[in-house]
């Protein structure tokens, strides 16, 4: 089975930066698209910003400017550069993958979360 471990969360002030780290591991064959996504007390899961085995990109509107995402293909790891983080974007944040593994399939994995918290 294909496991997805984030690092990286803490604390920070507001106008400060995080860099997580989203490592792949297991008999992994491929990966497609990788995104992460965060959960906040209060509000649903959403999208934060989300990459193609490709390279192509998209983000949430409320981190378009200061979050960028990207993967490093050869080592099976994703991240998320965050800077001028805000109090809102306090949440526990998820790495999800494709990844096609033991099986011909492409499987749906999550992460444990890993938690940024934003505040003076």
């Known amino acids: 089975q294909v496991q997805l471990v984030e690092s990286g969360g803490g604390l920070v002030q507001p106008g400060g930066s995080l860099r997580l780290s989203c490592a792949a591991s297991g008999s992994i064959f491929s990966i497609n698209t990788m995104g992460w996504y965060r959960h906040a007390p209060g509000k649903e899961r959403e999208l934060v910003a989300r990459?193609?085995?490709?390279?192509?990109?998209n983000y949430a509107d409320s981190v378009k400017g200061r979050f960028t995402i990207s993967r490093d293909n050869a080592k099976n790891t994703l991240y998320l550069q965050m800077n001028s983080l805000k109090p809102e974007d306090t949440a526990v944040y998820y790495c999800?993958?494709?990844?096609?593994?033991?099986?011909?399939?492409?499987?749906?994995?999550w992460g444990q979360g890993t938690l940024v918290t934003v505040s003076s």
């Open positions: 990459i193609t085995s490709g390279g192509n990109t």
């Open positions: 999800n993958a494709w990844v096609r593994g033991a099986t011909s399939r492409y499987l749906e994995v």
